[in-house]
């Protein structure tokens, strides 16, 4: 086969490739956010370890406990954040609308518009364009839909986390050869360990930013400033733009209810301070160039993945990029793959396999 049929071939396995995981996302999705999450609870797992003094003596299952604790405390006090906030918002709704509708009419003066609008013209020109019923359906058809896919989702790390105690016997028996399995489990445990690092370092540090955001947001005033930290905490695991929306949503939302540009301008360079001193500083201290992604590769996965599996794609665009990489680099063949989408071009020498744990102390 000539080099044009490799291309032919290799350009229209992608794109197949990519239909399939256009298609199919309702079921890939919750499938790779249950990987992930896996990986964060192994992740922590392992950090909780590393503790100097009792990290040594801590059992693996209690490790594990701790772990899948935490983030359901964290999940559920997510979820109760929301709901409590939503009924905020439904009292405080009349003072928004004043409000607002201030801020628009300042806005038409300042454009030179001629009659500044009042509500009732904003209603006529909003409901003219929206279906109510069919709003209030999509609405709670997402909602639904989305509290299917946390069930699906846990019961996928479950069976996850029980998967893994026999995963190594599994390794073994992928290949007669043994150099085989063991280039096949020097793979697995890279990406073992780099992926379930990176996860949980990057948990430990979004929700150190939440904190830094709320007590910004708390200091100034801002109403819902828990619910906005945690939006900001979660915004921060999408690359670039997720910083850049983190700022926005609250500032938007300051604007609103201070009427004050002068401290809508206060609070956005300080949380613009806060996402820039941990993310120029902490972030890479703690993480250093873990991935080794490219950050042009970054910035085109986060693309591909979006159009492909829209906000989730977003969130899940670093994590799958990285082990694509890790994959790639770990096999001759396609090792220039992974050098093209590396930051720098350095993989790393091929350090022998290492030994997976034991299947009583399995980690990973």
Same mark, same amino acid.
């Given at each position: 086969m000539d080099r044009l049929q490799k291309v032919f071939f290799g350009v229209a396995l992608a794109v197949l490739v990519g239909w399939v995981l256009h /298609?199919?996302?309702?079921?890939?999705? $919750?499938?790779?956010? @249950?990987?992930?999450?896996?990986?964060?609870?192994?992740?922590?797992?392992?950090?909780?370890?590393?503790i100097p003094g009792i990290g040594g003596r801590l059992p693996t299952a209690a490790c594990f406990t701790l772990s899948i604790l935490g983030i359901g405390l964290v999940l559920a006090a997510g979820v109760s954040l929301i709901v409590t906030n939503v009924g905020k918002v439904v009292e405080l709704a009349p003072e928004y609308q004043e409000s607002l509708l201030l801020q628009i009419q300042r806005l038409a003066v300042f454009l030179g518009i001629e009659a500044a609008p009042t509500w009732t013209t904003l209603q006529e020109d909003v409901l003219s364009q929206?279906?109510?019923?069919?709003? %209030?359906?999509?609405? %709670?058809? @997402?909602? *639904? !839909?989305?509290?299917?896919?946390?069930?699906? %989702?846990l019961l996928y790390v479950t069976f996850l986390l029980l998967e893994q105690r026999? =995963? +190594?016997?599994?390794v073994d028996r992928l290949s007669d050869d043994p150099g085989n399995v063991a280039q096949i489990r020097r793979v697995v445990h890279d990406v073992n360990s780099r992926i379930g690092t990176y996860l949980a370092l990057k948990t430990f540090?979004?929700?150190?930013? !939440?904190?830094? &955001?709320?007590?910004?947001? +708390?200091?100034? !005033?801002?109403?819902?400033?828990?619910f906005w930290a945690v939006v900001i905490a979660l915004l921060n695991y999408v690359p670039y733009i997720g910083s850049f929306l983190g700022v926005l949503f609250p500032v938007a939302m300051s604007l609103v209810q201070f009427g004050d540009l002068a401290s809508v301008v206060v609070l956005m360079v300080s949380l613009s301070a806060a996402q820039f001193l941990i993310?120029? =500083?902490?972030?890479? =201290?703690?993480?250093?160039? @873990?991935?080794?992604? &490219?950050?042009f590769v970054i910035l085109a996965s986060l693309a591909i993945w979006s159009s492909l599996w !829209?906000? $989730?794609g977003a969130f899940l665009a670093v994590p799958i990029t990285a082990v694509l990489l890790?994959?790639?680099?770990? =096999?001759?063949? *396609?090792?220039?793959?992974? /050098?093209?989408?590396?930051?720098?071009?350095?993989?790393?020498?091929?350090?022998?396999?290492? $030994?997976? $744990?034991?299947?009583?102390?399995?980690?990973?």
């Open positions: /298609v199919g996302k309702q079921v890939f999705v $919750p499938i790779v956010f @249950s990987v992930l999450i896996a990986y964060v609870i192994v992740g922590l797992a392992r950090l909780q370890r590393r929206i279906s109510l019923q069919a709003l %209030v359906g999509s609405t %709670v058809a @997402s909602v *639904t !839909g989305i509290l299917a896919t946390l069930l699906i %989702v026999v =995963f +190594s016997d599994k540090i979004n929700i150190l930013l !939440g904190v830094v &955001s709320w007590a910004i947001m +708390s200091i100034m !005033g801002v109403e819902f400033a828990a993310g120029s =500083f902490l972030d890479p =201290f703690l993480m250093g160039n @873990s991935l080794n992604l &490219s950050p !829209g906000i $989730p890790i994959i790639l680099a770990g =096999f001759p063949g *396609t090792r220039p793959i992974a /050098v093209l989408l590396s930051r720098n071009g350095e993989l790393g020498a091929h350090e022998p396999a290492l $030994p997976l $744990p034991a299947p009583q102390e399995k980690e990973a």
